[in-house]
Structures are given as C-alpha cells and as structure tokens.
C-alpha cells in the first residue's frame, strides 16, 4: 500500500548493526546499541531495535488514539499510557528467519472500559504502524 503524498520523512543512519550506532539527520537522536544478552549479545550501554519499535509504535498510536477522539468528539484524558512489549524470536515455518510480535497494553484512567476498547479498536485502523503491520506480525491489544 502506498501513500498518496509525504507530509514528513524522517531519515536516521546506523553503523555497525546492533553493536553500532544509530543518529537521526536531525541530530535529535545519537544512540549507542547493542545486543541483548538473550540474542548473544553483551546487554551493553545502548537501546536496541526493539525498544525502539516498541517505542515509536506506543507513541504514534498515542497520536492515533487522540485523533480518532478528536474525530468523535470523545474527550481523552492526558494520562493515556501504553506499555509496549516488542518480542524476536524464530519464524515458525521458515528456518533460519526472525520475526517479532507486539502486545500492547493501553491505559486511559477514568474512561470506561468498553468506550476505551472501542477507542482502541478503531485507533488501530488508522495508526500508521498499524497499518504498516497487519498481516505482517502478530499485534495483540488490550486495555489495562
């Protein structure tokens, strides 16, 4: 699927893999990383891929969840807060290959949870990671 037009690009370059470096063009972010002790790794000083897709899926969806009540005229507390757990591990079927999964946990304190369910529900159609992610990994949402 496409996009009809680019309202913003980022751009960040990493070195090294996941014993390098990673640095946004704007200079906003300049990480170390490196790799968990449970990939082999040394569990060093730096973030990872992982914590930093779990990261930038928790916080778009944020957005997302806001503009879909915006659109609904539905009023959204500001504690809204997702716990995001990325996990990697091996493909079922194709060997050799990794995958991730996501599960997301979401939190609205004072919103009833069958409104934040439905909140949920449909901020996932338009989230941009969520779309970027259906039918690709395993996505689990709950509502705290």
Not at 73 to 82: F, N, Q, R
Not at 94 to 106: D, E, H, Q, R, S
Not at 132 to 144: E, K, M, P, Q
């Amino acid at each position: 699927m496409a996009i009809d037009k680019a309202l913003y690009t980022a751009q960040a370059t990493s070195t090294g893999g996941r014993t390098g470096s990673t640095e946004s063009s704007d200079g906003k972010i300049k990480m170390q990383l490196s790799t968990p002790k449970e990939l082999g790794g040394d569990s060093g000083p730096g973030t990872n891929p992982e914590q930093l897709f779990a990261a930038g899926y928790s916080a778009c969806f944020i957005g997302a969840m806001k503009a879909v009540a915006r659109m609904q005229k539905v009023a959204l507390p500001a504690e809204v807060s997702i716990q995001a757990d990325v996990s990697i591990g091996p493909m079922t079927g194709k060997p050799g290959a990794f995958g991730i999964a996501v599960a997301m946990v979401v939190s609205v304190p004072g919103m009833d949870k069958a409104a934040t369910e439905a909140l949920v529900k449909a901020a996932h159609e338009v989230c941009p990671y969520s779309n970027a992610t259906r039918g690709n990994i395993d996505v689990a949402l709950s509502v705290a």
